[in-house]
């Protein structure tokens, strides 16, 4: 029933930008904390942003000032703009939702592949 589905990736150089989208269905989108986490190959998959109910955000180290976390409530989507591309930032890259409480579900799109090289 909730369902999460990204686009955007593709093939990128380094040094270039890429928007990421996520759109959401089945759940009140509006109450949900959003996420974007990456998982590249051989390695675990690790969170790169957050963004509250609230707005609020959140960044890993490794993407914070180059990456920028938003939603679109009226359209129940969330974005990730993605600017000065490295090739460590390939992955793929996932969607994530769930409300902000102790022991609540979190629901996962399928994923969107982001290559970096030139």
């Known amino acids: 029933q909730v369902q999460l589905v990204e686009s955007g990736g593709g093939l990128v150089q380094p040094g270039g930008s890429l928007r990421l989208s996520c759109a959401a269905s089945?759940?009140?989108?509006?109450?949900?904390?959003m996420a974007w986490y990456r998982q590249a190959p051989g390695k675990q998959r690790e969170l790169v942003a957050v963004i509250s109910s609230g707005d609020s955000t959140n960044y890993a180290d490794a993407v914070k000032g180059r990456f920028t976390i938003s939603r679109d409530n009226a359209k129940n989507t969330v974005y990730l703009q993605m600017n000065r591309l490295k090739p460590e930032d390939t992955a793929v890259y996932y969607c994530n939702a769930a409300r902000e409480r102790i022991g609540a579900r979190s629901y996962w799109g399928q994923g969107t592949a982001v290559t970096v090289s030139s």
């Open positions: 089945g759940l009140i989108f509006s109450r949900n904390a």
